[in-house]
């Protein structure tokens, strides 16, 4: 079955750039989306269609999707932004989703 | 404002059927482009897509869940429903539905749920 793996963990400063990583068989011919999920909360859409941004989404939140690999990057990190983000992308008609990464914004 | 809310027991013993409700608000589940979705999360653990179902009763799940899952829907009460069959402990998870915008590819869940814990334990 495809596999989606991500750093289990990434810590940041406040206002540097965290850059999150998914890694898949030739996953830049699929499609990445990203989700934010915050301790206690539903997890929230952030990145679509590998670089598409839902509205309410702030700007600093891009994404990227080449190769075997996609990115979720959040530029000017805030302290808010401290959550587990999971990747998911389509195989087979099947959803896949990344292990998950918690983001540590010291 | 689009809403999903999750319903359904807490508990449920192993072996017996998981039955969970999501009532949707603000929208209507018989929208041809988008589906109808059921993720869950295991305590301590990543996000696992159940499955999907469309306006019509086309369903599609996930095959790793080798065991009976129904999604069905009514959409005279904006309702979707979940029946997860022989359950055991590793079927302990936060479930949540989901709103799922296109499919194959280029799908994406947009809205969620709050989700709700289900304990299987007897």
């Known amino acids: 079955s495809y596999e989606l793996t991500q750093p289990p963990s990434l810590s940041v400063s406040p206002g540097q750039t965290a850059s999150i990583t998914c890694s898949g068989d030739k996953l830049g011919d699929k499609y990445a989306c990203w989700y934010q999920r915050k301790a206690g909360q539903s997890p929230v859409l952030v990145i679509y269609q590998d670089d598409k941004r839902p509205s309410g989404i702030p700007e600093r939140f891009s994404g990227s999707n080449s190769g075997n690999t996609a990115t979720l990057t959040i530029s000017g990190t805030q302290a808010m932004d401290e959550a587990d983000y999971y990747c998911?992308?389509?195989?087979?008609?099947?959803?896949?989703f990344g292990g998950g990464t918690k983001l540590t914004v010291l | 404002q689009l809403q999903l809310q999750e319903s359904g027991p807490g508990l449920v013993k192993p072996s017996e059927t998981l039955s969970l409700t999501c009532t949707v608000s603000?929208?209507?589940?018989?929208?041809?482009?988008?589906?109808w979705a059921w993720i869950r999360q295991p305590p301590g653990k990543g996000l696992e897509w159940i499955g999907s179902i469309v306006y019509g009763g086309t369903t599609y799940y996930n095959p790793s869940l080798k065991r009976q899952n129904t999604i069905s829907a009514d959409t005279s009460k904006s309702q979707f429903s979940l029946k997860l069959s022989s359950v055991t402990a590793a079927d302990t998870a936060v479930y949540y539905c989901?709103?799922?915008?296109?499919?194959?590819?280029?799908?994406?869940?947009?809205?969620w749920g709050q989700g709700t814990l289900v304990t299987v334990s007897s």
């Open positions: 998911q992308a389509w195989d087979s008609s099947t959803v896949v």
């Open positions: 603000g929208a209507s589940l018989s929208y041809s482009t988008f589906y």
């Open positions: 989901a709103r799922q915008d296109g499919m194959g590819s280029a799908g994406y869940f947009d809205y």
